[in-house]
Nanobody, 127 residues
Framework: QGRLVESGGGLVQAGGSLRLSCLAS??????????MGWFRQAPGKEREFVAT????????VYADSVKGRFTISRDVEKNLLYLQMNNLKPQDTAVYYC??????????????????WGQGTQVTVSS
């Protein structure tokens, strides 16, 4: 089915930047044109949508809370998905997960549309 492995998380001060990466292995979700997304979960809260990209890379959708600060992108040759996060805020602190829909190329805000998930990477933003 394939695996997703996130990296790039860490501790950063408010206003700083981080770039998360998600490497697909066993199945080339990015180059296959599968819809992919980023989600996050803060302590004591439900998992929430962050950003999604269509399988052809032409469409991107963001949560209102990150619009204008975060950018989702992909490298087809390297089979990598990215999340560039700028102007980070303490409320962005969470475990960030990448996800792939192995069945479709559509973008989606809904976590139930994704059937392959990474293990998550912690992002902590200090004030």
């Amino acid at each position: 089915q394939g695996r997703l492995v996130e990296s790039g998380g860490g501790l950063v001060q408010a206003g700083g930047s981080l770039r998360l990466s998600c490497l697909a292995s066993g199945r080339t979700f990015v180059s296959n044109g599968n819809g992919m997304g980023w989600f996050r979960q803060a302590p004591g809260k439900e998992r929430e949508f962050v950003a999604t990209i269509s399988g052809d890379g032409d469409s991107t959708v963001y949560a209102d809370s990150v619009k204008g600060r975060f950018t989702i992108s992909r490298d087809v040759e390297k089979n990598l998905l990215y999340l560039q996060m700028n102007n980070l805020k303490p409320q962005d602190t969470a475990v960030y997960y990448c996800a792939a829909d192995s069945r479709r190329s559509d973008w989606s805000r809904k976590d139930y549309n994704y059937d392959v998930w990474g293990q998550g990477t912690q992002v902590t933003v200090s004030s």
